[in-house]
């Protein structure tokens, strides 16, 4: 059912006074509550309830507590007993006094997470952008494409083939089959060796191929379309090769890519490709994208300026990429910038003035990894594609919070300085 809005009337209480009457009101976080548009979030999330049902938590308290999770890098759980702790992030969410017990429980940010889908994660992103007001519209841009790895193990094959062993056995427990062989007393001593040759990963893939053969045999009647599905998935990671293309690393996470970035301390990279735009001057990002099936990087633009158009209200002129953008010089009258020798007829102000350009492009590489390492995009912990984009546009939106936040900071701090410095000159005059 849709959920209550939070009570706005500012009515003193004898018993419980207000947070705000209680907190520093030029905290960054409190001043970035007053900014967000929450109205027009709790309008926009409107048709994401039932109008029948139990009454659901707060829009607000929702959407605060998962930008809270992002800007911070806690989990669910973290996030709701932190909430209890501070009151900052009480009088962010909206409450007006209070509170000593838990605003919900952690699994409820799931069930919220899933309600708002992509739509509700790109308004929150779009959000934003707009409090930084003029300085997110940009004709010039920065594109890059980093990975957003998936919370699974280093995969290899014979992990993979003890999985699925592991699995059948579960199945035939389930069904009532009875096995053959088990191989409980076998396969924990080929895992146990130190030396994993060949001949043993041979073994373990001949031991998953006998039970998937086994169960399909036996398998009763009416359970033969619940377990179709994940039989045919247990038969292609048993068939795929090492060397195959568009393999399957991981039994729960179908959607996983391996993706070669050139890094020296990591050679591969396991989860899903996702292309950060940000402005060329004042760093703002203004578009984040996730693909899957490790696209190229240059088939990747169209969609990330449309994304860009739709966030700002307007197309940028020029685009600066690496050289991993080879390819097509303009998209739909957006010129693409990509560094390379200079033309024999540039003169020396257009060669300095590139040379500049492809600097500030350089700007973009520590952006991602702040996102990645304070904004909860270093490893993926939702589930699923749909887990991929929420997750990476939360980190872009809370990065753009995190620096709005930051920036007020230092505009506080240099009002102080000018005003001490006008009042120490005022009385250095006097005594003169």
Known sequence: MRPKKQSREKQANFLYPELMDQLNPKDPLLELGKKIPWEKIETAFTKFYSNKGRRAKPV???????????????????????????????????????????????????????????????????????????????KEIVVDTTVQEKNITFPTDSKLMRKVIEKCRDIA??????????????????????????KVNNR????????????????????????????????????QKKNDKNKLYSLHELEVSCICKGKAHKKYEF???????ITKETNIIVGVKNFNDNPYDGHTLPAVLEQVEQTIGMRPETVFCDRGYRGKKNIDGTRIYIPGRPKKKATASEKEKMRHNFRRRAAIEPIIGHVKHDCR????????VAGDVFNALMAGAAFNFRKWARNLKQFVFCLYFFLFKVHFTKQFAMVL
């Open 271 to 277: 989860g899903s490709k996702v292309s950060f735009a």
């Open 173 to 198: 427990k389930n069904t009532g089959i009875k096995l053959r062989r088990s191989f409980k007393r076998e396969l924990p001593k080929l895992l146990c060796r130190r030396n994993k040759t060949k």
């Open 377 to 384: 995009m270093a490893r993926n912990y939702l589930k699923g």
């Open 204 to 239: 373990i893939k001949t031991i998953a191929g006998i039970l998937i053969r086994e169960i399909k045999r036996k398998l009763p009647k009416e359970y033969r379309d619940i377990y179709a599905q994940t039989l045919e998935l247990f038969t292609r990671v048993h068939n």
């Open 60 to 138: 607000r308290l929702m959407t605060g507590l998962l930008i809270l999770k992002q800007m911070n890098d806690l989990s669910d759980e973290e996030v709701v007993q932190t909430w209890v702790q501070n009151p900052y992030y009480q009088a962010f969410c909206g409450y007006r006094r209070f509170h000593w017990q838990v605003p919900c429980d952690p699994s409820e940010l799931t069930y919220f997470r899933k309600r708002i889908g992509d739509e509700g994660a790109e308004l929150i992103f779009k959000v934003s952008t707009e409090i930084h007001g003029e300085t997110a519209l940009a």
